[in-house]
């Protein structure tokens, strides 16, 4: 089997030899293709880029939430609920609890219009907007007033 290997190896390399060797007949009326080899541009220079280090710098701007920074304190609680004007504060730690804080409707607007400036979003009726770890979802109605839900991440 390797005598056969050679055998096409060294017929192949003569052939390639015949080739080189042969010159094609000029054809009357064809145009000549002009030698570009003097076009063929310099080498290029090898320059070392080094990489930038960027490192994220997230600009988390703190939100002054009144009554209720002292849950935002809390690393147990995962969520502060408000269902309206005049009814408890709920936050879920392991479990749903209410507590005794109520705020009333000039209180919650306040701290969506607080949130809402600090995270440069317009306050609509239907909210969202999150600040660090924070994301909070209200619901502002002229019948039913304004509720949310605040989520810790």
Do not use: W, Y
């Amino acid at each position: 089997m390797n005598s056969q290997f050679l055998k096409i190896t060294r017929n192949l390399i003569l052939a390639e030899k015949r080739l080189q060797e042969v010159r094609l007949p000029r054809i009357q009326g064809l145009p000549q293709v002009p030698d570009l080899s003097s076009l063929r541009q310099p080498s290029l220079t090898k320059i070392q880029i080094q990489p930038l280090k960027l490192q994220p710098q997230l600009q988390v701007q703190h939100v002054d939430l009144g009554k209720l920074n002292e849950f935002l304190d809390n690393p147990e609680v995962r969520a502060i609920e408000c269902d309206g004007a005049g009814k408890n504060i709920l936050v879920k730690k392991q479990q749903l609890i209410e507590t005794n804080i109520q705020l009333n409707e000039g209180e919650i607007m306040d701290l969506l219009n607080k949130f809402s400036k600090t995270v440069g979003i317009p306050l609509t009726p239907l909210f969202r907007a999150s600040s660090g770890n924070l994301t909070l979802n209200a619901f502002i109605s002229s019948t039913l007033g304004p509720k949310f839900l605040i989520i810790k991440r």
